[in-house]
Structure formats: C-alpha cells, structure tokens
C-alpha cells in the first residue's frame, strides 16, 4: 500500500515517531474476517518481518488439523497504519500466510493468492496490472435481536428510518414522521437522511487511514448507505475493503448503532451488494479502450466480459459467498442476475459506466456482495476474465432494454443465463467449472472452500424452519 510506512526500517521509525505502544497483526481467514495477534511494540524486531510470526492455524474453519497446526505471519510493513479506535496508540499491518510444512505461501490464504494471481498476469504476458473499483453498500441499525435455537428462530432488526415505526412513541424525543420509505432512500436530504454526520464520520476516519474517498450518500433502502472509495490494484483493492469494512462498523459502534454488510437484511427493500469495477493494463495503456467499439470497449475487454459470464455461477460461489446472498439477487431490487452486459443499463448483470474515456473504459460486475472474501472475489473475477481473453469467448449482448421486467420463458428464449438461486447451486457450479482458476488456485484450496461453505453456510441453513414455513405449513 504503501501510504505510511516505506519498508522495514521505516516502520520502526515510523512507530517511534507516533509513540506507538502496539503493533496489531491482522490477517483474513476464508470466510473473509479479519483476525488480529497484538504484540508489545517492545516485543517486535526486524526479524519477525523477516522470518514471519508462528501462529495457530488449527483454530480457523477450513484451515489446518490440529496435528499440522503451527504456520507462520509474514508481516507487510508497507501495509501499515495506524488503528484510528484503539485507547493506545497502535499500530496495524496486513500479514500472509507461511506454510512451513511446503515452504511456500499457504495455499488457503486469501491474500496470497491475490498475489499469486497478479504474478500469473504478469508472467502471462497478457497484463501487467490489474485495477479493482469495489462499491460496498451496507446498512446502519439502531438495534438488531437474534434467537437460532431448536425450538424458537426469529431475529429483528430497527432503524428510525423505518417506515413501521410511523406510530412508534419515543420516550426521550418525538417521532419526527421523516422517513425515506420503502426503495425511497436514494438520495434523500435531511432530515429524511438521518445518517449524514456518521457518514461524514466515517469519512473522516477513511481518510485518517489513508483510503481517499468521493462519492457519499445514502442508498435506495431505508438505513442503507455508501462511500465511495478510489479504486486500487487488486490487493490494494481487497485491503481497502477490510479497512472499509472495519471503520464503519466501528464508527457505527461508538456512535451507538450497528452496521451491517449483509446483502438482504431487510425483506421487500433493497439490498446490499458489492459492485466491482475492473480493468487491466499493460504498458501504462488500459486494454479495456477501443475506440469505436460498443461504449468504447475493445476486443479484449469484451471477451474479458465473455470469460465472466461464462464462469459467472461458479464465480459467484466466491463473489456471492453466504446464502443470504440470494435473497437479493432476485428480480425488482436492482440486484441483477441476469447474465449479459450493457452500457449504461442496470439492469445487465455487467454494466460499462457512461461516458468512459481510454483511461477509464471499465466494466461494473453488478451481482457480488460484501459477503464475499474480497481477495477470493477479486482472483475469481479475474481469472475468469482472463480465461475469457485467451479463449476469446463472445458474451450474450449487449443488451440495453430493462430486463427486470422480462418473464423466465423470455429470459430463455433469449438464451440467456441466470446466476444460481442459492449458494447450494454456485457451489455446485463450482465442482463442474473450475479449470480457470487452476493456475491460482489449488484442487486442495477448491475442494476446502466447498466444504466450507457447504458446512458452515448451506447445510445449517437448509436444517432449519423459518417462520414462513410455519406461515404456510403448519396447518397441512
């Protein structure tokens, strides 16, 4: 990244200028959460950058058995930065993972393998970078409940912008009746607005952080917001959305709310998705651009297109990672699923942004979500893309009229595909279609992250009753 810290020796430099009096190592896990190991900033030396950090990997779904357990940190100085909520003043840097048994970087870390994919550009001769816009939607509650147990499952969630509690009596204030409404909150002002000193909040800790921020604004749902960030190169992508992530769940934390990336808290309003915006260059030239091509796209990134959306239900088992995924990739809520492209239009699960120039031609993957481990999201994408080019697959379209409004049949006849409708169905496609991620990925991490998702996402799910089932069954 790059933002503070130069290299090794700079670090140490840099925490004694800032006083500080802890480092926090931080890594991400397969299911895209950020850990953490804090050490005495008296207790690290150079050596532990350079020789890494032991650790237990046992203790993390998916990983290591308990009987080949021990791995090892590899600190990034150049990652640092300096954790904006803690009391003491502490310093956090991004870490990959050591296999020590292969001697080699851990085939399950995520951010290795983002690295792995951008030496793979490299050494293909294809690219030599690859650029990643991420758009992170998420929801701010006032209070959230859950219960999950054998006999009793509900859950309830509360935000001030929303419209049932119209008649609700406030014992400290008054209901003030402002309310965006049901898909009425795309950029309201205030007071319909309630979030935008957080907002700003957040922001300004973005910022402290070193992400540079444009676009804020409150989104289509009730309690549902966005800041944009500028976008990165593929790893710097994905740890900008971990910081992203973290700073306005925290904001939202000390100011006394809750936020939230789920795609589908809210039943009949919109979602949150994770739209990604991507390009590769060579040479300093963005090989997306051809002048005179449909929006300004060339050969390359139309079959760059083509290679996504042919992979694009296996893909999604990366990109579209929890079954609540599903919930918002269905018609009427601007979550597209629908697999083709189109300038302009939102309703083509891959949309080129209007007015793009050479060095800003790009295409917008529309269906992801925050779900997703970016650093998995951003290497299935990619790879995709990249099978797409080599192989010179032609996508279905472009298509600019709404498709939120064609029936199934004529979604058919148009020979168009459609994402799966759960995570059971992405996973599935990702067992038949996962020759394109080969040259990162492994058939040991492929096979892991299937299991993964199967036990702690699917299989848990699909066990349960749900009060709808009780709504409409228990009277058979």
Same mark, same amino acid.
């Given at each position: 990244?790059?933002?503070?810290?130069?290299?090794?020796?700079?670090?140490?430099?840099?925490?004694?200028?800032?006083?500080?009096?802890?480092?926090?190592?931080?890594?991400?896990?397969?299911?895209?959460?950020?850990? @953490?190991?804090?050490?005495?900033?008296?207790?690290?030396?150079?050596?532990? /950058?350079?020789?890494?950090?032991?650790?237990?990997?046992?203790?993390?779904?998916?990983?290591?058995?308990?009987?080949?357990?021990?791995?090892?940190?590899?600190?990034?100085?150049?990652?640092?930065?300096?954790?904006? /909520?803690?009391?003491?003043?502490?310093?956090?840097?991004?870490?990959?993972?050591?296999?020590?048994?292969?001697?080699?970087?851990?085939?399950?870390?995520?951010?290795?393998?983002?690295?792995?994919?951008?030496? @793979?550009?490299?050494?293909?001769?294809?690219?030599?970078?690859?650029?990643?816009?991420?758009?992170?939607?998420?929801?701010?509650?006032?209070?959230?409940?859950?219960?999950?147990?054998?006999?009793?499952?509900? *859950?309830?969630?509360?935000?001030?912008?929303?419209?049932?509690?119209?008649?609700?009596?406030?014992?400290?204030?008054?209901?003030?009746?402002?309310?965006?409404?049901?898909?009425?909150?795309?950029?309201?002002?205030?007071?319909?607005?309630?979030?935008?000193?957080?907002?700003?909040?957040?922001?300004?800790?973005?910022?402290?952080? !070193?992400?540079?921020?444009?676009?804020?604004?409150?989104?289509?749902?009730?309690?549902?917001?966005?800041? !944009?960030?500028?976008?990165?190169?593929?790893?710097?992508?994905?740890?900008?959305?971990?910081? *992203?992530?973290?700073?306005?769940?925290?904001?939202?934390?000390?100011?006394?709310?809750?936020?939230?990336?789920?795609?589908?808290?809210?039943?009949?309003?919109?979602?949150?998705?994770?739209?990604? @915006?991507?390009?590769?260059?060579?040479?300093?030239?963005?090989?997306?651009?051809?002048?005179?091509?449909?929006?300004?796209?060339?050969?390359?990134?139309?079959?760059?297109?083509?290679?996504?959306?042919? @992979?694009?239900?296996?893909?999604?088992?990366?990109?579209?990672?929890?079954?609540?995924? *599903?919930?918002?990739?269905?018609?009427?809520?601007?979550?597209?699923?629908?697999?083709? *492209?189109?300038?302009?239009?939102?309703?083509?699960?891959?949309?080129?942004?209007? !007015?793009?120039?050479?060095?800003?031609?790009?295409?917008?993957?529309? /269906?992801?979500?925050?779900?997703?481990?970016?650093?998995?999201?951003?290497?299935?994408?990619?790879?995709?893309?990249?099978?797409?080019?080599?192989?010179?697959?032609?996508?279905?379209?472009?298509?600019?009229?709404?498709?939120?409004?064609?029936?199934?049949?004529?979604?058919?006849?148009?020979?168009?595909?459609?994402?799966?409708?759960?995570?059971?169905?992405?996973?599935?496609?990702?067992?038949?279609?996962?020759?394109?991620?080969?040259?990162?990925?492994?058939?040991?991490?492929?096979?892991?992250?299937?299991?993964?998702?199967?036990?702690?996402?699917?299989?848990?799910?699909?066990?349960?009753?749900?009060?709808?089932?009780?709504?409409?069954?228990?009277?058979?």
């Amino acid at each position: 990244m790059g933002k503070f810290v130069k290299d090794i020796d700079h670090f140490f430099e840099f925490c004694k200028e800032n006083e500080v009096k802890f480092v926090d190592f931080r890594f991400t896990d397969l299911n895209g959460t950020w850990h @953490h190991l804090g050490y005495n900033v008296k207790a690290v030396n150079k050596e532990m /950058f350079e020789k890494g950090v032991p650790f237990d990997a046992s203790s993390f779904g998916g990983w290591q058995p308990i009987h080949r357990s021990d791995m090892i940190f590899m600190p990034e100085a150049q990652s640092a930065f300096l954790d904006p /909520f803690t009391a003491d003043v502490t310093i956090v840097v991004f870490c990959d993972i050591y296999d020590i048994y292969n001697n080699e970087m851990y085939a399950k870390c995520p951010r290795s393998l983002a690295k792995k994919a951008m030496l @793979h550009l490299k050494q293909s001769g294809i690219g030599d970078e690859a650029f990643f816009g991420p758009e992170n939607e998420f929801f701010v509650f006032d209070n959230v409940k859950i219960v999950d147990k054998p006999n009793c499952a509900m *859950y309830e969630i509360d935000t001030e912008e929303g419209e049932w509690n119209d008649d609700k009596d406030y014992k400290d204030s008054y209901n003030t009746g402002h309310r965006p409404r049901k898909k009425g909150g795309y950029l309201p002002c205030q007071p319909v607005d309630s979030m935008v000193d957080l907002r700003a909040e957040m922001v300004q800790v973005l910022e402290q952080v !070193g992400l540079e921020t444009f676009a804020v604004h409150h989104e289509v749902a009730q309690g549902q917001g966005e800041i !944009g960030v500028k976008y990165g190169t593929l790893v710097e992508a994905a740890d900008n959305v971990q910081i *992203y992530k973290y700073v306005v769940k925290m904001v939202a934390h000390l100011n006394g709310k809750t936020a939230t990336f789920m795609p589908k808290p809210l039943y009949g309003d919109n979602g949150s998705g994770m739209h990604v @915006h991507q390009s590769v260059w060579k040479d300093g030239k963005n090989l997306f651009y051809g002048e005179g091509g449909y929006a300004n796209l060339s050969d390359f990134a139309r079959h760059y297109i083509g290679g996504v959306l042919k @992979h694009a239900r296996s893909v999604a088992a990366f990109t579209n990672a929890s079954t609540n995924s *599903y919930k918002r990739l269905i018609p009427g809520f601007e979550a597209p699923s629908i697999l083709t *492209y189109s300038s302009q239009n939102r309703s083509a699960s891959v949309r080129i942004p209007y !007015g793009s120039g050479e060095k800003s031609v790009r295409a917008e993957m529309r /269906f992801p979500d925050s779900t997703a481990n970016p650093y998995l999201a951003f290497v299935a994408l990619l790879m995709a893309g990249l099978d797409g080019v080599k192989n010179k697959i032609e996508p279905v379209g472009p298509m600019d009229e709404n498709l939120f409004i064609l029936h199934l049949d004529e979604i058919r006849e148009k020979g168009i595909e459609q994402l799966p409708h759960t995570l059971r169905g992405s996973l599935e496609s990702l067992i038949r279609d996962n020759a394109y991620l080969k040259p990162v990925m492994t058939d040991e991490f492929i096979k892991a992250y299937q299991h993964y998702k199967f036990e702690t996402q699917v299989w848990p799910y699909e066990a349960r009753p749900t009060a709808y089932e009780f709504k409409t069954c228990y009277s058979c």
